[in-house]
Every structure is written in structure tokens, then in C-alpha cells.
């Protein structure tokens, strides 16, 4: 299985910065990389699909970028609904794996 | 809009088996490709298996292999998930989710409410 790599693991930050989460492939998968954003007690939320492809209703401080085996999600202009869990989640492979996570809390 | 709303709660003995079940509203199932999530308490999201939009057949992670059963009824309009010889490392929030691809590239658009299954004794 194809192992996706999420850091940092949590990530403190304030209402306004501007912060980067970094996903790592175990091998090339193009852009088949996409983004959810989760908070507590509710199901995820897609956000960006094939790596940089923002989904409709999705503000645009969020950002996807990259391709084969490294991504980042950016968030500018951090707001208060932002603070949540982040995951990765590769389709290159039929076998579909996420990466862990990252969780975005309030500094 | 595609809505999913799936069964409640469920506890169960080690040994045991649990179906959970997705209702799809909103759009044919007959034209969706279902699959399901698990999140263990405090944990990660887990793929288990679902419909390959590429045949049409059924694909699951391996770790879940030979334990897990999906199915579909088109007439009620509902995905099933039934898991087999459950263990206390089955406890887990269970969710239904599409998927949606473009040009091939796949992911999970619409989400179900999820499923609490605790096994324990």
C-alpha cells in the first residue's frame, strides 16, 4: 500500500497567520491527492481534490499544491472555523490510504 | 444534492457481526460508487472497501480482507456493509461516503452522518 505521510502531526497557530500542511507519498502518485478538513464529533469534508482543485463553497484561503510525492495545504488568513484536523488521502492506488492527520488548534 | 444517511448505533459481542446500512437520497444509487471509512476513538481515518467506479466490483483494504462484505439494494436505494468476526479493535465510528472522479482521479465527495459500532463483552 501506498503510505502517505502527514506533518507536522498538530500545529499551533493564531486567527489570521498563515499555515502549511505538508503530505508525503511513499511513492509518485501525480496529483491523485486530495484534502478533507474534519471537526469533532462530524463526518470529513472534501476540500481540495486532485491536489490543487478547490472544491465549490470551499473559501479561497485554502490552497492545494503539489505533485508526485510532496503537497501542501495552505490556509491564509487562519479564521475561527478553521482550527480542525486535516487529512490527505491518495487514489493513485486502488487501495486507497489517508495520511494521519494533522490537527490545527488555537494558539 | 446527494445526502446519506446511515443506521445507528450498534454494540456487539467479539465474534460477532454487524450490517450497517447508507441510504442514499437525492441522486440513483445505480449511478453511484459507495464506500466506507472507519475512525477508531481518538484515531485516524481508515479506508475499508467500496465499489470500483473503474467494473463496477468490490475492493477492500487488506487488512480487511475476507471480513468484510459490501453490497447494495437499488430498489430501497441503500448501501450495506456487514463485517465480520468483530474484535474490540473494531469499535469505531463507521461512514458511508461517494465517490466522485475526474479524468480517473478519485475521491469521497459526500459524506454519511457516520456509525458508532463498540464490540466489547
Known amino acids: 500500500d501506498i503510505q502517505m505521510t502527514q506533518s507536522p502531526s498538530s500545529l499551533s497557530a493564531s486567527v489570521g497567520d498563515r499555515v502549511s500542511i505538508s503530505c508525503r507519498a511513499s511513492?509518485?502518485?501525480?496529483?491523485?491527492l486530495h484534502w478533507y478538513q474534519q471537526k469533532p464529533g462530524k463526518a470529513p469534508k472534501l476540500l481540495i481534490s486532485?491536489?490543487?482543485s478547490l472544491q465549490s463553497g470551499v473559501p479561497s484561503r485554502f490552497s492545494g499544491s503539489g505533485s508526485g510525492t510532496d503537497f501542501t495545504l495552505t490556509i491564509t488568513s487562519l479564521q475561527p472555523e478553521d482550527f480542525a484536523t486535516y487529512y490527505c488521502?491518495?487514489?493513485?492506488?486502488?487501495?486507497?490510504?489517508f495520511g494521519q492527520g494533522t490537527r490545527l488548534e488555537i494558539k | 444534492q446527494v445526502q446519506l444517511v446511515q443506521s445507528g448505533a450498534e454494540v456487539k459481542k467479539p465474534g460477532a457481526s454487524v450490517k450497517l446500512s447508507c441510504k442514499v437520497s437525492g441522486y440513483s444509487l445505480t449511478d453511484l460508487f459507495i464506500h466506507w471509512v472507519r475512525q477508531a476513538p481518538g484515531k485516524g481515518l481508515e479506508w475499508i472497501g467500496g465499489?470500483?467506479?473503474?467494473?463496477?466490483?468490490?475492493i477492500n483494504a487488506q487488512t480487511m480482507q475476507g471480513r468484510v462484505i459490501m453490497t447494495d439494494d437499488t430498489s430501497t436505494e441503500a448501501a450495506y456493509m456487514e463485517l465480520t468476526s468483530v474484535t474490540s479493535d473494531d469499535t469505531a465510528v463507521y461512514y458511508c461516503a461517494t465517490v466522485s472522479c475526474s479524468s480517473g482521479n478519485c475521491y469521497f465527495e459526500y459524506w454519511g452522518q457516520g456509525t458508532l459500532v463498540t464490540v466489547s463483552s
Open positions: 511513492q509518485s502518485i501525480g496529483t491523485y
Open positions: 465499489f470500483d467506479p473503474e467494473d463496477g466490483g468490490t
Open positions: 488521502q491518495q487514489s493513485y492506488s486502488s487501495r486507497i490510504t
Open positions: 486532485a491536489s490543487s
